[in-house]
């Protein structure tokens, strides 16, 4: 993942919970250096609030001074209705996503942060429009329906 997003000029991450310092250190690299580099973050708004470590919320905020576009996922449904019909239920951002350059994308179990290396979570690394476009779609959506605070 790091390597794709190195050569990125969008990224878009879904996630539970942020503070990678690996992700988080090429990120602000990216977002510094001159050229266009689009970086755009959904978490989960009541964990964030609730069960977010220091280390999670200086990070988010260090993105987002940088130039990150940060947005708190309220878990309201309407999104998830929307995007996937009637049956659908929300309450709680629990998916994770990454999608670079709308091309590609990473998908899984495991949270963008330092305490998933130590878990047996998955990411899996899929390329193709299809799947990137729905993707990609779900966490525009997410943004635009969540706070752009945090």
Not at 29 to 43: M, N, Q, Y
Not at 51 to 65: D, M, S
Not at 89 to 112: E, M, T
């Amino acid at each position: 993942m790091l390597d794709d997003a190195r050569r990125a000029r969008t990224w878009k991450a879904m996630a539970f919970a942020f503070d990678d310092p690996q992700v988080k250190g090429l990120l602000l690299e990216r977002l510094r250096s001159p050229g266009r580099f689009e970086c755009t973050i959904v978490v989960d708004a009541r964990a964030h609030k609730s069960r977010a470590t220091r280390g999670q919320l200086a990070c988010l905020r260090e993105l987002q001074a940088a130039g990150a576009k940060v947005y708190l996922a309220s878990g309201d449904d309407t999104v998830a209705r929307q995007l996937f019909g009637p049956s659908c239920f929300g309450g709680q951002l629990h998916g994770k996503a990454v999608v670079v350059d709308d091309r590609i994308a990473f998908v899984g179990s495991a949270n963008l942060t330092r305490q998933a290396r130590c878990n047996r979570e998955v990411m899996c690394r899929l390329v193709g429009a299809p799947v990137l476009d729905v993707l990609a779609e779900i966490v525009a959506a997410t943004a635009a329906a969540s706070e752009d605070r945090v």
